[in-house]
C-alpha cells in the first residue's frame, strides 16, 4: 500500500515519494493505474516516472541480473507500460532507451575488446552527435508492424558466430534485414557491399549507434593494441550498476533538456522579431525566457483552449511553473520587458502574416519528423505554411518516437467533452456528440526545423537521430516476444 | 462506539488513513429481473462491472481501506473481489468485504458503527457510482471545517447539472436548502412528481440565516464524507433506512436539540452519477460512451485483459470482434471482445458484450445486450436489455423497453411486447432474500420451445422503467426515494409499500395538520407488518426465541405500541410459520410442534392472563380462516398451547365464548374441529378450580 499518499490525489510526486517505500511489483501497478487514470500525463512527467520506476526495476535488491534476463525483465514491464497508455510515447521511448542502455553494457561485457574509452561516453545522452550507424528503415517503426513481417537473410559476411549466438539469447531470433528494407526504403538497394562496407567501418562510431550486436565483429572491433590491453581485464562488468549509470544519465538529461535547447535560443530568435507560440509548455517559455535577456521582440500567444487554456494564462501572468509540481516558477516574460498577446486559437491566421517564426512545443515527435502537439497546433501549422513563416518546433530527444503515424487518427487522444461544453448543458449536450482531441497531428512538411538538446535538424532527417538513440530490436517491444515465445 | 474525539493537530492529520465504504447492495429492486441474480453492482454498465467503476474512482481519490458492505448476494460480490485487481498484493487499498444482514442502508450503517471499523472520517459510496470528480478540495474542506466544530458531522458531495440533465433523477427532484455562507445544508426535501413544488421550510431557517440558496440543480450521486459521529448518529436511531430521508432530514430537524449539522459541497467540474434506476442506467451508459466519465471509457481499457479501441463516432471495438462485410455498426457502440455481427446488420448506439453472436439482418437500437448472447436472424431489438447467456430466436421482434434476463430463450418469431420483463428465476415467497427459484416456463410470452416466463412487478415500478425508455418527465410514481424493498414476501409487502408512503411523506410535511386518526391506523398498520416479519424472519431461521423477543421490545418501543398488536404480530407470525412448514410438507401436527415447542417463552411473554389468552386465540383463528389446513392447525394449536400451559382453560373458554369468535360462518368452521379440546380443558379447568376452591375451604 502507497503510504505516502495518505488521503490526497496521486500523483507523480506522490508516486516519486511511493517508490521508496513500495514494492517493485506495486509500484509498477500504481504507476499503471497512475497512467490509465491520467494522473501522469504529458510527455516530461511520465519520462521522469518511467525513468525512476525502471531505475528501481533494475536496482531491484538481491537479484543479480544477467543482461538477457534484465533485457526481458525491462522489456516486459515496458510492455506494460506502454498497454496502459498508448498514447504516451514518452514511456515507450525511456523504456527503449533503457533497453538500448542494457544492450550496449552487456555487449561491452561479453566482448572484453572494448575498453572502458568507450564506457565513458556510454550513454546516449553525453554523446556528441555522430555519424549514424546504419541506415534506418523507418517502415518498421511502427509498432504495428511486427518483426516477422521482415525477411531475415542479413547474417552475410558477419564472422561473428559467437555474438550471434548470444544475439539469439537475447531474444533476437532474427536481425532484422538491413539491405532489402534498406532497399525498399529508398526503392532501388545497393548491393551490399559499397554503402555497406562504408558504413560497417566507421570511425569513432559512438557506441549508442552501434548497430545490433551481430555487427560488433572483430573488424570493426578496436585496434588490435587495445584488444590487449582488454584481455588482460577479464573481469565482469558489475550490470546492474552500468545500467543504474546508464539510467541516473537518463535523469539527467531530462533535467538539463529545457536549458539545453534554451542554449540556442539566441541563434534563432533575432531582435523586433514576431513570435507566435501555443500552450503553456515549461520548454517553450525557457526559450523564450532565454532570448528575452538579449533581445527584444514581439510574442503572440495562443491560449489552447479548452484543455490548456488556463495553464497559458498563468504562464503569461505569473511565469511558468514546472510541470513536475514543483515550486519553481520563472519570471513572466513580461516582467523582461517583451509584449505578449494573448489570442484565442482561432485567430492565429489573422496576425500570421506578421509573424516572423513560429514555435511550438510537441507532446510526441514521430519518426518521420511529424508531430503530435496540443489541439489547435495543426491550425497553427497550416496558417504558417500559407503565409510562408517557418516553423520551429522545440522538443527533447526523449519525446523523439520511433513510432511511425500511420494511423494518425489512432494517436490521438479524445478527452473530457465538457471542457467544450459544459456537463450543465444538458438539452444541448444531449443532441450532440461533442468531441475534444487533445493532440492535434501535424505533418512533417508543415515544419522546417526542430530544435532538439542536439541542436538543430531538419524534419527529414530525424530518423537517424531515432537510429542513433533506439536499438533496431527494441522498436517493437511486442513482436519481439512473441518471437521468443514461438522459439521456447 | 463513543465516537471518539479526533485530535486535529496536522501531523496526526497526515497519518491518517483515509478509508472509504461502499454500499455494495442497493436494497432496493428497480433492476429486477436482473437482481434476482446478480447483485446490482456486479452488472455491467459499457461491458466492465459498476463496482469497478466505482472502486477506480476511490482509488484515484487515494483511499487506502475499504470495506464493501454487502447483504444481498455477497458471496457473488466477495468472489468477485477476490478475484480482481482489488484484493492483489499491488492494489492500491486494502478491501475488506463486511458480511451483513442489512435489509437497509440505515442497517448496513449500524453493523459498521458496532464492528468499529472506522477509524476516522470516511468516504461513504454505492456501489454503482461512476464518478471522476477531484475530491482533494472537498476533503480538505470537510476537514477544516472538522477542525473548527466537531458537529459538522458530514459532507455531501454534489454535482450541478442544470434543470434538466439526463444522468439526473428526474422524477425525484431533490431540494436542498442550502446557506452559501457556511455551505450548510439547512433543509432537504424531495418534492415528489406531480406535487405542488412547495418546500415547507422552517421558520426559524428563514430567521436564522441572512442568505440561502434552494437548489434543485444538483445531482445527488450519493457521495458522503461521513464522520464517526455521523455513524453514531444511525446507531442512535435504530429506524432510520435512508440516507436521504431519514438521516439528513433526522439530523437537521434535531439541529435545535444536538446542534449537529450537515454540510454540502458542490463540484462543478468533472462527472458523478449513480446508477441506481435503469433510466439512469441508460444515461450513464451514453455518458461514459461519449466520454463524459473520462478517464473512464471503454478505451482506457481499466481491466487489464481489455483491449478497447475507440474510433470515430465514439465507437469501441474490442480485440477479436467479427463484422461482416456489409454489416454496419454506427456511432456511439461499443462491441466486447470476440463479438461477432452478421451479413447486413445494423447496429446503432448499443452496447454489444463479449463473445455475443448476432445474425444476420438483425436491426439493434439502442440496446444493451451483455456477455454471451445470442440474436438470430431477422430480429429487431429496439431500446431493450437482453442479459448474458439470453438467446433471441429468429425473426423476433424486441420491443422497446423490454429486459430479457440471464439465460432465457425466446423461440423463434417471438414478439416481446414493450415493458416486458422476462427471467427464469423468480423470488421464493416469504423467505430469505437470496433464495430464489427456477419459474416455469410461459410459451404464451417466450414461444414454444423458449425458457422463461413474464415477471410482473407493481404497478409503481412498471412506471419507473417505462420512465427509462420514453424519457418521460412527469412520472406518476409512488414509490419512496431510496426506495426499499427487502424483497420478502409477496403480498404484505405491498401493503407495506403503500403505507409506507404516506407516513414517511407526513414526515417531510411535519407542520401540515395531519389526520390523527388516519395515522394512527397506519402507524399500527405499519407496526404489525414490521412485527410480524421480523418474528416471522426470526422463526424461519429458527432464531433463540430471546433474541426475537428483544427485535419484538424495541419494535414496539420506537413504535409505541400496545399489547394487543403485538399479540396480533406473534399470532399472525406463527400462522403464517405454520402455514410455511405445511406447504413445505410436514402434516399439520408435526407443523405445529415444530414451530411452536421452542418458542414458547415467546408466546408466554405476551400472554399471560386469560383474557390476553383470548384475545390471542383469536387473532390466531382470525388469521387462520384462509390458510391451507386452518381448522387442523388451530386444532393442534390449542392442543398445544394448553397442554404447554401457555394457555389455561378460562383462557379456552373465554376464546369461546367471545362473540367474535363465531361472528362469521368462516371463522366458525375454522375453529369447528377445536371443540373436543376446548371440552376438555374446560371441563379440566373447572375440575381444578373446584379442587382449589375446596381445599381453600378446607
Redesign the interface.
Known sequence: MPSSMVGQTPSLTGFLKSLKQNDIENSIELFISLLKRRQIKNSRPCAIATTHLLLRVVAEPKRKWDAQKLIARVRNVGRRLIAAQPREMAVGNIVRRVLGVIREVAERDEDPLTDSEFSGSASPITEEFQRPALPTRFSEFSPLHGAAAMPHNMHSGRPGTADSVSMDLGGTPQRPALLSTNASYAGQGPPGTSLFSILQHPQGRSPVATPPPGTQSPVTGPSPSRRAIGGEIPEKLDIKAEVIDGIKELQDELDVVDNQIAESALDHIHSNEIILTHTSSQTVQKFLLTAARKRKFTLFHAEAYPNNHEATHVTILNGAQGEDDSDERWKPLTSLGITVILIPDSAVFAPMSRINKVILAPHAVLANGSLLAAAGASTIALAAKTHHVPVVVLSGVYKLSPVYPFDTDELIEYGDPSKVVPFEEAEFTDKVDIVNPLYDWVDCDLVDLYITNLGGHAPSYLYRIVADHYRVEDIDLNAKLDAVAKKG | MAPKARKTGEPLE?????QAVIIADSYEDRFLPFTLERPRCLLTLANMPLIEYTC?WL????V?EVFVCSGNHTDQVETYLNNS?WTK??????LEVVRSTSTSVGDAMRDLDQKGLMKGDFICVYGDVIANI???AA?KAHRARREKSKNAIMTMVL????D?????DQHHRRCFVIDPETDRCIHYEQVRPRTSPRLNIPEEVLKDHVEIDMRE?LIDCGIDIYTPDALAQWSDSFDWKLPRQDFVHGVLQDFETFGRTIHTYIV????AARVNTLRAYDATTKDVV???A??YCPD???LADQSY??????LYKEDGVVLARSSTVS??SVLGKATSIGEGSVITNSIIGRRCVIGRRVRVENAYIWDDARVGDDTVIETAVIANEASIGKKCHVKRGALVSYGVRIADGVTVEENTRITRFKRKRGYDNNEVCQGVTDPKVVGEGGEGFRLDLDEDEEYMYEAMLAGAQELNVTTDGDGISDFESGDEEDEYAHSREPTSRSGSFTSIASDESGETKRDHAKFHREASDSIFDGLQREQDPDHIQLELQAQRLTENAEDNQIRRAVAVAFSRRIANLIEGGRTAKEAVATAILPNQRLIKACVKEAGEQAEFLLFLQTDLVHRAQGSKVLLHVAFVLAGEDMVDGDGLEMWWEDPRSVATEELKKVRAETQPVVDQMAGESEDDDDEEEESDDE
Request: aromatic share 12%; hydrophobic share 25%; proline share 6%.
Open positions: 497526515a497519518k491518517e488513513t483515509l477506480e482509488a484515484s481519490v487515494g487506502e485487481r498484493d499491488t492494489s492500491p487499498f486494502s477531484p475530491f482533494d476533503l454535482r450541478e447539472a442544470g434538466y440533465h439526463r444522468t439526473k440543480d462543478n467540474e468533472g462527472y461519449s466520454r463524459w473520462f478517464p482506457t481499457n481499466i479501441q475507440l474510433q470515430k463516432g465514439n456511432h456511439r
